[in-house]
C-alpha cells in the first residue's frame, strides 16, 4: 500500500484499522478538493464515505453469519445415516477441518466488521 496506509501514528504500514481508513478518506477528499470541489462538498463526501464504511462493517457481519449458516448446512448434510457412505470418523474428521477454516473466516470477518463499524466519526 502507499503512503497514506497505516495507523496514522507512525504504526505498520498496511495495517486495518480506524486511524488509516481515516487517512485514505483524508487522502480522497483531499484529492477531490484539488479538483475544484468546494468544502463544503467534501465534508459530504467524508460522511458519505463514513456512512458507506458502516455499512461495509454491517456487511461483514453479515458475511460472518452467513458462513455460520453454511457450516450448519455442511454439518446437517454429512451426519452418517443409513446408505450415506460415511462414518462418524470420518465425519467427525471433515467437521473439525471445515470448522476450523470457517471459524477462522468467521473471526476476521468480525475483526474486521468491527473495525469498520466502531471507527471515529
Known sequence: MGSGAGNG?????????????????DGWSW????????????????EAAM???????LGAYGAAAGLALLFALFVWQTI?????GMDWTHA???WIS????VAALIIVHVLVARVLVRSPR
Not at 501514528?9 to 478518506?25: E, F, H, I, W
Not at 484529492?31 to 467524508?46: I, N
Not at 452418517?80 to 450415506?84: A, K, L, S
Open 51 to 57: 456512512h458507506l464504511q458502516r455499512l461495509a462493517g
Open 92 to 94: 467427525a474428521v471433515s
Open 80 to 84: 452418517p445415516g443409513p446408505g450415506t
Open 31 to 46: 484529492r477531490v478538493a484539488g479538483s475544484g470541489v468546494s468544502a463544503a462538498s467534501c465534508g459530504q463526501l467524508e
Open 9 to 25: 501514528k507512525g504504526g505498520r504500514p498496511g495495517r486495518l484499522d480506524a486511524g488509516g481508513l481515516r487517512a485514505a478518506v
Open 98 to 101: 471445515v470448522g476450523g477454516v
